[in-house]
Each structure stands twice: as C-alpha cells, then as structure tokens.
C-alpha cells in the first residue's frame, strides 16, 4: 500500500528577491509589447499540423490500398506527431497557457485522451508534483526508479542498472505503450492512497469510469476496428501500432530527460522537518537544464520543453514565448549569482544524458571508496 504522501515546504535561504525581480521583469515585458502571455494564432496552426499528422496517416492506412512497407512509415509519421501533440498542443492546454479562453484549454488539453491518457492522472504527475517539486526522490515522478533504470542518486544502485546508459532508450520506447495499457491505473491507486488524489468516492468512480471508456475506445479504434471492419490484418496493425507507440516514447522520455537527468543538475532532499531549504524559483534553476535554445525546428516540435528553466519558473506562458523572455531569465540569474544550466547541442545533452546514466548505474558511495582506495 502506498505510504501518505511526505509534506515538503521551501524554505527561502537568501536570495528571496530574485524571482519577484525576475517575475516584475517578465511581466515587464508583455506589457510594453503588448501581448499576452498566451498562445497566438501560430499554436493554433501547429495544432492543425500535428493533428493532421496524427489523424490523415490513420486514415489512409484503414484504405488499405497501401503495401505494408508503405503503411509502416504512416505509422511512423504517427509516433512523430503524437510526440508533437503530447509536447506542443496538449501540454500547454493543461498548463492553462494555450489559450486565454479556459474553455478552449479544457477542450485542447483533452486531446491527450486520443493519444490513450488521462489527462486527470497527468495534472497530478506534471502539474503538481512534477512542476513543484522537480528531482526531489518519493515526490517527484519522474524520477522514480523505473524497471532497470535508476534516474536518482537517492535510490538504490541495483545490478540491473549496470548497463543503463545502454538499454536506457529501449525503455523508453516502452513508455507510452504501458501508459496505455496500465499506468494510469496504476497511478489512480498510487494517488488515492497516498493522498495526492483528494477527490470524493463518487469523483473518483467519475474519474475511474472515464479512464476505462478512454482506454477502451482507444484499443478498439486502433486494433479492433480496422480487422473487424476494415479487414486489415491484426498483426499488421498490432505491428504498426508498437511502432508508433516505441517512437513516441523515445521521443516523449529523452525530451523530458535532457531537461533533468543530465549533468549539473542537483537532487536535494527534504531535512527531518520536510522542508528543502532553498527558494522554490531557484530550486528549479538548480535541477533544470535548457538544450540547443537556437535550434527553431526542435523549439517548434518539442513545443519548447527545450525552454526548460523557463517553462518551469513559467508554466503558464505559452512556449511560444520562451525564446523571447529567455535572455531575460539568464541576466537575472546571473546578477543574483544563480546558475542558469544549458547544453548548446542536442547531441551535447545528449551525451550529457548518457553520462548521467552511467554514473548513476553504479553505487557512487562505492566508487568513491574504490578511489580512496
């Protein structure tokens, strides 16, 4: 059963001014422009993009005027595109950010339900705990130890982590199949009992009852249907399906991971009064990591997750805004003498992952004794 969840509280430790100065900034900035923080008219033609990437390709495949090869590639153009929905569209709805109009960011960001999730499960993962309490072990769960990998260096060094940095992206290609088919019901029991999930049993039978009619209809469009139907071979769609799925989830997993699991970045844990003793603000500047901030085709798909420091100090200004206010993010930094972390190169954080991973695959109290040694 899983244990109530730690009360944890910052404790702001010099610097306190820094994020009301960054914050008056900021704003500063939307107001002489004259613009809103929020999405423009360019989110609304990604979403048409990506969208169409997600839904034409499905479309001809059920044809079935396409030999297999061909169909393969469809598929392929799928696990893209859902990456760029789940990145680009549905993560700025949830944050609030994609529209000013709430309605229209209640409706956007239940797309992610026609990617097979929950968006209820989701805004207790990465709105609250997630966004809160980045890379701090038993809160954040990102960072949980997952099946043969290890993300922090305050959970137990394992055999099977030995290799991590090696079979790590084979994982990750499982990440959005076993979101499919079992996470969200793993993690509606993991919130109800540790009291993240603070609704009423009848809420929660609501809740429940729509994870399952999700889960259901998405199964049924993508596998059932197109052989009951549309006469399509199971194995081919099985077979197109788990590419998707596999290409989505290592592009979902290492976007996230090259934001956190890389190198400088710190994993603070709480004292014996809960508390971590830093100001929240700089607390995320401490565990976060921008990546290649020039590179506009990354900046549009990955729908500015590469923007991390600024995401989460802001995650209620849409990303389309991040490149302008970042210069703003890293002179403050610096003149309060706060590390502002970033990779140039997608390949440089990529290594930097890789690194990470290796060193986190071995006991680092051994390794350390083995030197001293």
């Known amino acids: ?9 910052f404790v702001n430790s010099g610097n306190v001014t820094f994020f009301a100065v960054l914050r008056q900034r900021v704003d500063a900035h939307f107001k002489e422009n004259n613009i809103s923080k929020h999405g423009d008219y360019t989110m609304v033609i990604k979403t048409i993009i990506l969208m ?8 001809i495949i059920l044809s079935g ?14 696990g893209l595109a859902t990456s760029g929905i789940g990145m680009s569209v549905m993560h700025d709805a949830n944050h609030g950010s994609y529209s000013s109009n709430k309605f229209v960011n209640y409706i956007v960001a239940h797309v992610l339900n026609m990617l097979g999730g929950s968006t209820f499960n989701w805004n207790i993962q990465h709105n609250i705990m997630h966004h809160t309490y980045t890379n701090i072990a038993g809160m ?3 960072i949980e130890e997952k099946p043969l990998l290890r993300f922090s260096p305050h959970s137990k060094a394992k055999a ?33 009992r540790n009291g993240v999930n603070t609704n009423t049993r009848k809420q929660n039978a609501k809740v429940l009852s729509k994870i399952i009619l999700i889960k259901l209809v998405y199964v049924y ?21 788990l590419v998707m799925h596999f290409l989505s989830g290592v592009i979902l997993s290492v976007t996230f991971q090259l934001a956190h699991t890389v190198e400088g970045t710190t994993h603070p844990l709480p004292n014996a009064n809960g508390d971590i003793e830093n100001e929240w603000a700089i ?13 506009k085709l990354i900046s549009w798909y990955v729908g500015g997750l590469n923007f991390q420091v600024e995401h989460h100090l802001f995650p209620r200004i849409s990303h389309i805004h991040y490149p302008a ?5 890293k002179q403050t930094a610096e003149e309060f003498n706060i590390p502002y972390l970033e990779n140039k190169t997608l390949m440089g954080a990529l290594g930097s992952h890789v690194k990470t991973l290796h060193r986190l695959s071995v006991n680092e109290t051994l390794v350390a004794l083995d030197n001293l040694g």
Do not use: S
């Open 52 to 59: 169409t990437g997600y839904v034409l390709p499905f479309c």
């Open 65 to 78: 005027q396409l030999p297999f090869f061909y169909n393969m590639l469809l598929w392929v153009l799928m």
């Open 160 to 192: 099977v982590h030995r290799f991590q940095w090696i079979h790590a992206f084979l994982m990750y290609g499982l990440l959005t199949v076993y979101w499919v088919v079992g996470k969200d019901f793993v993690q509606y029991i993991k919130y109800k």
């Open 283 to 295: 607390h995320q500047l401490n565990t976060t990591v921008n990546f290649c901030r020039n590179n």
């Open 221 to 241: 469009v993508f596998l059932v249907m197109p052989t009951m139907v549309f006469g399509i071979p199971f194995l081919e769609m099985l077979t197109g399906f």
């Open 140 to 142: 954040d769960e990102d």
């Open 325 to 329: 206010i970042a210069p703003i993010v």
């Open 1 to 9: 059963m899983a244990k109530p969840i730690q009360k944890v509280k």
